[in-house]
């Protein structure tokens, strides 16, 4: 069966995965095409965030251009922060019970709770779930937020990067919701659907207390 070839960019991007910095020069030698393409394909990377390029003098001419991965670049390829993660938390319970991973997770609840708290203050409602949103989407959660009525809210978070630890450890989406509600300062949030429990998407109907 003949292996269809990737695209340019990709093949770009794994060649600096794998020299770590490279020229044009050196590009175009591997990849077998001109240089004027290469510089294209890089221009495009870096202007999307995916490379980064700096000088380097030389004895004699012009700088050299060396490329090399940004950290965006770097997060295209696999990392298993997360089976790691899972394989230290079955460790901990083998070692000192069930006790001591719900211990960590409210500490990892209380650590969220403080710093998302101190980044929403007083702020009103409506951008308090703005900010909400912002944050769990720095953190990676696809988050989006639609307002039902002036108090009544729906946040969705269509990925979960702690997927795998909240298949074997429910008490991860409860310190979630928790959190949610420390932050918020409500108690009537509700988690409507759970990755954890194979829907599509987390979802949280959130109401906020109406002032008579």
Do not use: W
Not at 30 to 50: C, F, P, Q, V
Not at 99 to 117: G, H, M
């Amino acid at each position: 069966m003949v292996e269809l070839r990737k695209p340019t960019k990709e093949r770009i991007l794994e060649l600096l995965k794998k020299e770590t910095s490279m020229t044009v020069v050196s590009l175009t030698n591997h990849l077998n095409i001109t240089h004027m393409a290469i510089r294209k394909h890089l221009n495009a990377l870096e202007t999307d965030g995916l490379v980064n390029s700096r000088e380097a003098r030389q004895p004699m001419g012009r700088p050299l251009q060396i490329y090399s991965l940004s950290a965006k670049g770097e997060a295209l390829f696999p990392k298993n922060y997360e089976g790691i993660t899972l394989d230290f938390l079955q460790d901990i319970q083998e070692l000192y019970g069930e006790d001591a991973v719900k211990d960590l997770f409210q500490k990892r609840e209380k650590r969220l709770t403080e710093e998302y708290s101190r980044k929403i203050g007083d702020k009103s409602n409506p951008d308090k779930i703005k900010e909400i949103v912002s944050l769990q989407n720095e953190k990676g959660y696809m988050a989006a937020a639609t307002k039902i009525d002036d108090h009544t809210y729906e946040l969705v978070e269509y990925n979960c990067p702690i997927l795998a630890v909240a298949n074997h450890y429910k008490t991860a989406c409860k310190c979630e919701t928790q959190m949610l509600k420390n932050v918020l300062k409500t108690e009537n949030i509700n988690r409507v659907s759970c990755k954890a429990d194979e829907d599509d998407h987390c979802r949280f109907r959130i109401e906020f207390t109406v002032n008579k």
